[in-house]
């Protein structure tokens, strides 16, 4: 699927793979006691993911964000990423969190699926404005980014 370009604004950690599970709720956890950022656009979340280095140097940049329409009136501390149009392998149909999780693990472990290559630009979570982030379920999807031919 092609994807168009997404300015978003969050809240970002560093951490080891083996840290994912208590990390990221974390952060969502800050994100959601923001209530609003300026300029948001809606409800829907995105759990942005850039794995960086290989092997046991492997760590995952995550930032908990939402779409806003400028980064010009955001409060220190809040990180701004804007993501450009790219091509996207979105995997979608989770009923929890935690089989999104369980994907991402086989994902980091194998690879993208069908011979796709991984695309520089960064993958991400994407909840829709039902999702209920106490209970886990609602609507969310991976986008992964990718490369083909």
């Keep these: 699927m092609e994807g168009r370009a997404l300015r978003l604004a969050g809240i970002a950690a560093q951490f080891t793979p083996d840290r994912a599970a208590a990390t990221v709720p974390a952060l969502w956890s800050r994100m959601m006691a923001i209530s609003t950022l300026p300029d948001q656009i809606s409800e829907v979340g995105y759990g942005v993911r850039e794995r960086r280095g290989r092997g046991s140097d ?18 220190e501390g809040v990180h701004r990423i804007d993501l450009p149009p790219a091509r996207y392998l979105v995997i979608e149909g989770f009923e929890h969190i935690a089989q999104l999780r369980e994907l991402w693990g086989r994902l980091e472990q194998a690879g993208p699926p069908d011979g796709l290559q991984h695309a520089a630009t960064p993958s991400f979570e994407r909840f829709g404005e039902r999702f209920d982030p106490v209970g886990g379920r609602g609507p969310m999807a991976i986008w992964l980014a990718v490369l083909t031919g």
């Design 58 to 75: 492997t760590s995952i940049a995550y930032t908990a964000a939402v779409e806003v329409a400028s980064h010009h009136r955001h409060a």
